[in-house]
């Protein structure tokens, strides 16, 4: 699925920063998002990997996608509707 199809309503640039950073400002963004709106996160630290979907499985969002492009991990959470 090419990037450009998955629409997004917020997004957050955590390149560069290391865990948990990425994870923490995903999180302060998701809050301020309505239930089900869909939050876009780009970072550089390979453990975001397991950070966000461990994230998403407990916090009850849905990892829509997550990818690896030139060193950049992308990732499209759904947030939750509760």
């Known amino acids: 699925m090419p ?21 923490l400002k995903a999180k302060l963004e998701l ?9 876009k996160v780009l970072a550089t630290d390979p453990g975001s990997q397991r950070d966000f979907q461990s994230f ?3 916090a009850g969002h849905e ?3 997550e990818r690896l492009e030139e060193g950049v991990f992308r990732y499209w959470l759904r947030k939750a509707s509760q």
Not at 5 to 23: F, K, Q
Not at 31 to 39: E, K, Q, S
């Open 3 to 23: 990037e450009s199809n998955i629409a997004h309503d917020a997004e957050v640039d955590a390149r560069g920063l290391s865990c948990p950073m990425p994870l």
């Open 56 to 58: 998403a499985r407990l």
């Open 63 to 65: 990892l829509l996608d």
């Open 31 to 39: 809050n301020r998002l309505a239930p089900g709106a869909v939050l």
